[in-house]
Each structure stands twice: as structure tokens, then as C-alpha cells.
């Protein structure tokens, strides 16, 4: 495995000890059994791209987060965050301006 492989194994493999999923529903999740789930976890064989989104939709985060192109997943966003971005993206310019300005954006 190369690094960013075993970066992203290693972050499922966190995202499981938070969440507190055992390998046996992760299998369930992949319609596989836990003996598979446990070699992928070792990067032998890599999750293919379609496993990955299984497994990003069993552990309630993004692909992109699993994968490292995101700092957080956009599920973990809050409702009130949600509505700040939406007030932001549909503010006037000027107040998006100024917004950026204190935000030294």
C-alpha cells in the first residue's frame, strides 16, 4: 500500500473506533463477511470505489473525507452552519465583502 492508502485505511479505521462499529457491521454494510472487511483493513485488496462508498455511507461521512479531500465531513456540519452558509451565499455582495473582511478572508 502506498501512503495515501494506508492513510485512508487508517481513517476508516478510526472513523469505526469512534463510532463504535465493529468489523462484522461493517461486512454486513458491504454485504461481505467480517473476514473480507478484516484483510481490507490490512490494504489487501484496497476497497474498490464502490466499497468505499459503502463504507463512507455506513460510518455517515463523505468519500471525500475518507479519501482525505476533506477536513470534515459535510454530514458533521450542523443545521445552524448550514443556514449561516446559506445567508452568506445569499447576501449582497457588499455584505459578503464585508463578511470576508472580518473573517480576513
Do not use: C, W
Not at 468519500?63 to 443556514?83: A, C, F, N, P, T
Amino acid at each position: 500500500m502506498n501512503e495515501k492508502e494506508i492513510a485512508i485505511v487508517e481513517r476508516i479505521r478510526s472513523m469505526m473506533k469512534e463510532k463504535g462499529i465493529t468489523q462484522a457491521e461493517l461486512a454486513d454494510a458491504l454485504a461481505t463477511k467480517q473476514y473480507n472487511v478484516s484483510r481490507m483493513l490490512s490494504g489487501r485488496p484496497f476497497p474498490s470505489i464502490v466499497e468505499l462508498e459503502k463504507i463512507a455511507d455506513r460510518l455517515d461521512v463523505s468519500v471525500y473525507y475518507l479519501i482525505g479531500m476533506e477536513r470534515r465531513s459535510y454530514r458533521e456540519v450542523s443545521q445552524k452552519h448550514i443556514d449561516l452558509i446559506d445567508a452568506y451565499e445569499n447576501s449582497s455582495p457588499a455584505v459578503q465583502a464585508v463578511i470576508d473582511k472580518i473573517l480576513d478572508l
